[in-house]
T-cell receptor
Framework: DADVTQTPRNRITKTGKRIMLECSQT?????MYWYRQDPGLGLRLIYY???????NKGEISDGYSVSRQAQAKFSLSLESAIPNQTALYFC???????????FGPGTRLLVL | QKEVEQDPGPLSVPEGAIVSLNCTYS??????FMWYRQYSRKGPELLMY????GNKEDGRFTAQVDKSSKYISLFIRDSQPSDSATYLC????????FGKGTMLLVSP
């Protein structure tokens, strides 16, 4: 089984809809991250969490929110989706005080 | 200016060639340097990790960091078609900043 799983893997939604992307990990890592990847722009950090009670904004947090439900679960929400949020979204994890991050398979999101 | 700069390519080489992939970074506080490989429609996977200037070797791959010039390199010896992927450099000190990635194509 994969160490970092993301659901759904693909999603098509309409402008204005609320959508949640979920990430689960079995690696036992404390730290979790959400990135988006766009052609020509690379990976950009949206939010990160170093433990269950810690939430931090990344480079591009506007329009997104997160919830760290447990050590193993970190969800990303788009409260009112817009077309320029169409992207590939990745969750990643790392161990406490370790910088090496391990990525999930990604969620491909299309906002119409 | 993005904190980590990387030429997007694509870089096309014949099988067996030595490949050199490069990045520069601007933040002197960055302490960790990594290379990730990403196949099409997959998540990035960690390839190499170092935190000091100098070389680190793992099989056909060598990561090189020069902190004085803020330069990060990845060398691939005897490149194979299976090395065709996008290579992402990353650097940071508590979170990582990624380059945009270089697409590598190794032809048989």
């Amino acid at each position: 089984d994969a160490d970092v799983t993301q659901t759904p893997r693909n999603r098509i939604t309409k402008t204005g809809k609320r959508i949640m992307l979920e990430c689960s990990q079995t690696k036992g890592h404390d730290r979790m991250y959400w990135y988006r990847q766009d052609p020509g722009l690379g990976l950009r950090l949206i939010y990160y969490s170093f433990d269950v009670k810690d939430i931090n904004k990344g480079e591009i947090s506007d329009g997104y929110s997160v919830s760290r439900q447990a050590q193993a679960k970190f969800s990303l929400s788009l409260e009112s989706a817009i077309p320029n949020q169409t992207a590939l979204y990745f969750c990643a994890t790392s161990a406490h005080k370790q910088e090496t991050q391990y990525f999930g398979p990604g969620t491909r999101l299309l906002v119409l | 200016q993005k904190e980590v700069e990387q030429d997007p390519g694509p870089l096309s080489v014949p099988e067996g060639a030595i490949v050199s992939l490069n990045c520069t970074y601007s933040n002197s506080a960055f302490q960790y340097f990594m290379w990730y490989r990403q196949y099409s429609r997959k998540g990035p996977e960690l390839l190499m990790y170092t935190y000091s200037s100098g070389n680190k070797e793992d099989g056909r791959f060598t990561a090189q960091v020069d902190k004085s010039s803020k330069y990060i390199s990845l060398f691939i010896r005897d490149s194979q078609p299976s090395d065709s992927a996008t290579y992402l450099c990353a650097s940071g000190y508590s979170t990582l900043t990624f380059g945009k990635g270089t697409m590598l194509l190794v032809s048989p």
